[in-house]
């Protein structure tokens, strides 16, 4: 059984800081891409940011030069750190992973549930 936990999310000001994480804990022999997506009420998911195996990170045009996606293999841990928050950053924070449970085995997406993060004054 593997599981994605999600922590950091919270209430910050305009022009604040978090610094979200996203940890797997399990059955797990290799992580590939993973990635963090949000969503606010009464819109669609959108992809935040993305991180291959080898650290190639891709961001959200809306969110380039203020979010930073990164991974500690070791600790089988993904963060997003969020710098210059804005209101429309607000959303739930969700993490994936596509990993394989065994040496062959099939590869496989898993999500974690959430974080909420607020920003408003």
């Known amino acids: 059984q593997v599981q994605l936990v999600e922590s950091g999310g919270g209430l910050v000001q305009p022009g604040g800081s978090l610094n979200l994480s996203c940890a797997a804990s399990?059955?797990?022999?290799?992580?590939?891409?993973m990635g963090w997506y949000r969503q606010a009420p009464g819109k669609l998911r959108e992809l935040v940011a993305s991180?291959?195996?080898?650290?190639?990170?891709n961001y959200a045009d809306s969110v380039k030069g203020r979010f930073t996606i990164s991974r500690d293999n070791a600790k089988n841990t993904m963060y997003l750190q969020m710098n210059s928050l804005k209101p429309e950053d607000t959303a739930v924070y969700r993490c994936?992973?596509?990993?394989?449970?065994?040496?062959?085995?099939?590869?496989?997406?898993?999500w974690g549930q959430g974080t909420q993060v607020t920003v408003s004054s």
């Open positions: 991180i291959t195996n080898d650290g190639r990170a």
């Open positions: 994936n992973k596509y990993l394989r449970t065994a040496p062959m085995g099939v590869l496989r997406v898993y």
């Open positions: 399990g059955s797990i022999f290799s992580i590939n891409a």
